[in-house]
């Protein structure tokens, strides 16, 4: 089913873990092993932090979610999401090419790298100076009017102190449901940026699901730095013929422990599926 930008303010918001369905349906139940298990994993985020999630399956609109509206530091969870902003809206229209070499753009060196270079160091491997270089060549060429159309102005709109934005679980749904709608369009640079996500080099989901026949595309956002904590991921999943979208983010200081604990929650997600069919 397509789902309306509008259907994600429907999304329920509190600190109890909630289902809801986006659809005309009953609202899924979660079996009582699956809701300890979840609220267990969520209990040790809060620990350490904040944390807001939202996992619905894009079939059937039905999902599970806590807190989907708190703002946590998205750190680099948001360089995947400023990649399909690019291929999506400035290089499918022809405003902008994968190959064009930006040299020095606003006074930022960026070494003669093509566009491409740039992208897949951002998502791929994480670089912040890639993905710093981006932003700098094309945060004034279409990026406000993406984010206003997309009715995520409030959590992500150009902010002069910081290139990577506070938003929280629910514009982290919205943004990949469109990640979902455009890597559907089987273009080249869609297909191109799809297996660019599927290589991410740090994945809690992949590591917490820890299913070789599910297929995660995601984007993990890392940090421990005085007043901007956060360690987040999110992306899609594709497994049995279904594709759910999975966003984790939390305030917790980046660490060992804080990575296991969004592993544990994407696992405790995960097996929320049945319900949700």
Do not use: H
């Amino acid at each position: 089913m397509r789902l309306s930008k509008a259907d994600f303010n429907d999304i329920p918001s509190g600190d109890t873990v909630q289902t809801f369905s986006l659809a005309e349906d009953q609202i899924p139940a979660l079996e009582d092993e699956s809701l300890a298990a979840l609220q267990d994993a969520l209990d040790q985020a809060q620990e350490l932090g904040d944390v807001g999630v939202v996992f619905y399956d894009l079939s059937s609109g039905k999902g599970v979610t806590y807190n989907a509206d708190a703002e946590v530091y998205g750190a680099s969870s948001y360089k995947a999401l400023y990649a399909l902003f690019i291929c999506e809206s400035l290089v499918e229209t022809g405003r902008a090419s994968l190959d064009d070499s930006l040299g020095t753009y606003g006074g930022y060196n960026m070494g003669w790298q093509t566009v491409r270079d740039l992208i897949e160091a951002a998502v791929v491997n994480s670089d912040n100076d890639s993905f710093i270089a981006l932003r700098a060549a094309f945060d004034r060429v279409g990026y406000e009017d993406w984010i206003v159309g997309l009715g995520i102005d409030y959590d992500t709109a150009l902010d002069p102190m910081s290139d990577f934005p506070t938003y929280c679980a629910r514009t982290s749904a919205k943004l990949w449901r469109e990640m979902s709608e455009y890597l559907s369009c089987d273009t080249e640079t869609s297909q191109w940026l799809s297996g660019l996500l599927a290589s991410t080099t740090q994945s809690f989901i992949r590591d917490g699901i820890a299913d070789d026949q599910a297929l995660v595309r995601n984007k993990a956002g890392w940090i421990s730095e005085a007043g901007c904590n956060a360690t987040c991921d999110a992306g899609l999943i594709d497994v049995d013929g279904d594709t759910y979208i999975m966003s984790i983010m939390t305030s917790m200081p980046w660490s060992d422990r804080s990575s296991e604990v969004v592993a544990t929650i994407a696992k405790a997600l995960y097996d929320t599926r049945a319900a949700l069919a």
